[in-house]
């Protein structure tokens, strides 16, 4: 083995992975598997709760609408 191969980066060629046809989120966490609800105001709501976004506050929720082919969509997202 000579010296740039040692240092150097090669990714692997081949990833083994699979996509499960689920609606559920998975946690590495250990917790049980959550739906994900069809309707954005119970997500939003889920969330909220979860955790404890009045009283937490290094999570932020933003709400927001998105616009696509002239309809307005609410959407949400929460920063850590």
């Known amino acids: 083995m000579n010296?740039?191969?040692?240092?150097?980066?090669?990714?692997?060629?081949?990833?083994?992975?699979t996509l499960n046809?689920?609606?559920s989120i998975q946690s590495n966490s250990g917790e049980t598997?959550?739906?994900v609800y069809p309707n954005v105001d119970l997500n939003l709501k889920f969330i909220k709760n979860k955790y404890s976004s009045p009283?937490?506050?290094?999570?932020?929720?933003r709400?927001?609408?998105l616009t696509a082919r002239n309809i307005r969509l609410q959407s949400f997202s929460d920063l850590y």
């Open 33 to 35: 598997t959550q739906e």
């Open 63 to 65: 709400e927001f609408l």
């Open 55 to 61: 009283i937490n506050s290094d999570i932020m929720i």
């Open 3 to 17: 010296i740039k191969q040692l240092f150097q980066y090669q990714p692997a060629k081949n990833y083994n992975f």
């Open 21 to 23: 046809q689920s609606n």
